[in-house]
């Protein structure tokens, strides 16, 4: 079982309407987490970081948020645009020297008109 | 925002040929990454280097090889590709220190063996 799961799988949405997409984890110890966004065919680019200590972080129309209690983060894209049509990947990193990355599956965002 | 490069970006070849996909990066940074992606799949390590002449496997075992003769570049073989090889080959160098700092990642070489 993958210790970052993130649901849903796929999500199909008009532009223009918000959506949230959520990333549940089990990393220990937990250092922070990451959303990244990857276009088809290119490399992922970070949205946002977000360590222990931080509950919601902003980056233009897309809102993170982190309950490191319940270990769940959730990223909310408002106002859609076509070109938010991506894959959008959550990672977290383990508070250890191996600074290792633990990579979900990502959540394949499809934005019609 | 760190510069990283990947060539080819395509590839196809036939079974048996030996690859070598390029990474480099303008950016000075130390720990540089290999990951290995299925379409649809989450990424998976399959080499790191801390620097200049260090080397480790990643957690996904892979037949190919590494190598860090200077720090802006960090190269990829395969002796003897395979069907099984076919993948997205995603390379990234990390920003800043400790565990905070920004990983960045080059645009990805696709390659595909008939």
């Known amino acids: 079982k993958n210790q970052v799961e993130q649901s849903p799988q796929s999500l199909i949405i008009l532009e223009g309407k918000n959506c949230t997409l959520q990333?549940?984890?089990?990393?220990?110890?937990?250092?922070?987490l990451r959303w990244y966004k990857q276009d088809t065919g290119r490399g992922p680019v970070s949205l946002t970081i977000?360590?222990?200590?931080?509950n919601t972080k902003s980056n233009g129309r897309y809102t993170a948020t982190l309950d490191a209690d319940t270990k769940q983060s959730s990223l909310h894209i408002t106002a859609s645009q076509l070109s938010d049509s991506a894959s959008y990947i959550c990672?977290?990193?383990?508070?250890?020297?191996?600074?290792?990355?633990?990579f979900g599956s990502g959540t394949r965002l499809l934005v019609r008109p | 925002e760190a510069d990283i490069y990947q060539t080819p970006r395509y590839l196809v070849i036939g079974t048996g040929k030996k690859i070598t996909l390029e990474c480099s990066q303008t950016?000075?940074?130390?720990?540089m990454y290999w990951y290995q992606q299925d379409p649809g799949m989450e990424l998976h390590l399959i080499h790191y280097?801390?620097?200049?002449?260090?080397?480790e496997k990643g957690d996904l075992s892979s037949e190919s090889t590494v190598s860090r003769i200077r720090t802006e570049h960090f190269p990829l073989t395969l002796e003897s590709a395979r069907p099984s090889h076919t993948s997205q080959y995603l390379c990234?160098?990390?920003?800043?220190?400790?565990?905070?700092?920004?990983?960045?990642f080059g645009e990805g070489s696709r390659l595909t063996v008939l």
């Open positions: 950016m000075g940074h130390d720990k």
């Open positions: 280097s801390y620097g200049v002449n260090s080397t």
């Open positions: 977000m360590t222990f200590s931080e």
């Open positions: 990672v977290v990193i383990r508070m250890d020297s191996s600074y290792k990355l633990i």
């Open positions: 990333c549940n984890y089990t990393v220990s110890p937990f250092s922070n």
């Open positions: 990234a160098s990390w920003a800043g220190t400790g565990n905070t700092g920004e990983l960045f």
